[in-house]
């Protein structure tokens, strides 16, 4: 892909490393973190401490890319486990971004140096019924549905100054060009990045879609022409379909 070559956030000549898998260190700290409907998310709330040690844990351990624990905030998911609003579920999300920010400033590195990508998971990883890797939901909702369910958390991280979106585990280019609409709605001037999960060779999570065409489509978007998609990847799916 032509088009994908070093380009904002990342700059020419730096080596990147992206953090670790956040649950797994987090429940170093907090019990109950697989089993909880929340995920790491509910940490945000009532364990921002941990949230940020994790955070200097992987830059200690030379991460330059911190992505915020947001995978799995939902307003729904925060109104049904939380009993949180709108507004109370927005100003976690923003939490989020301010506690990867502060523990950078605790060790000591440098502005811009590291980067903070806003999570953004799946429709299906928030209903906690592990449909982000099967895409059972994709079919039954529409681009624009799937737009509203994402919207107010990426403009939240947007708001609260990531310097990227890392939408992740997504099963559909489907819900991936929802994703980017919420980014042109927002302005369309933040960077992002995809990232798809595999069942098989060449095969997305959801049933008759190819990587191919993900990539095919991707193209199409109007954010792929103006340069703001600067990477495409793979994660949470095993190294013998790739």
Not at 20 to 37: A, C, I, N, R, W
Not at 101 to 117: D, E, F, H, I, T
Not at 216 to 237: M, P, S, T, Y
Request: hydrophobic share 40%; glycine share 10%; aromatic share 8%.
């Amino acid at each position: 892909m032509e088009r994908l070559n070093i380009s904002a956030p990342l700059e020419m000549g730096q080596v990147y490393i992206i953090d670790g898998g956040f649950s797994t260190q987090l429940m170093k700290y907090v019990d109950g973190v697989d089993e909880d409907p929340l995920w790491t998310a509910r940490s945000v709330v009532n364990n921002p401490e941990k949230v940020e040690q994790v955070h200097m844990d992987f830059l200690k351990a030379g991460a330059r890319i911190l992505l915020t624990d947001s995978y799995q905030i939902s307003q729904h998911g925060f109104k049904e486990h939380l009993g949180l609003d709108a507004e109370s579920t927005k100003q976690s999300i923003l939490k989020t971004v301010e506690l990867a920010r502060s523990a950078m400033l605790k060790c000591g590195k440098p502005p811009g140096y590291v980067l903070v990508g806003g999570s953004v998971g799946p429709y299906g990883a928030c209903q906690h019924d592990g449909s982000e890797y099967t895409g059972a939901y994709i079919d039954s909702m529409s681009r624009d549905e799937l737009v509203a369910w994402h919207l107010p958390r990426i403009r939240a991280l947007i708001n609260g100054g990531v310097d990227f979106i890392a939408a992740e585990t997504l099963p559909s280019w489907r819900e991936a060009l929802a994703i980017l609409d919420c980014l042109v709605a927002t302005g369309g001037f933040t960077p992002v990045l995809v990232s798809f999960t595999l069942k098989s060779a060449n095969q997305l999570a959801a049933d008759g879609e190819s990587l191919q065409d993900a990539i095919k489509n991707l193209r199409k978007h109007e954010l792929f022409k103006k340069g703001r998609l600067f990477a495409v990847g793979l994660n949470c799916c095993s190294p013998s379909v790739i």
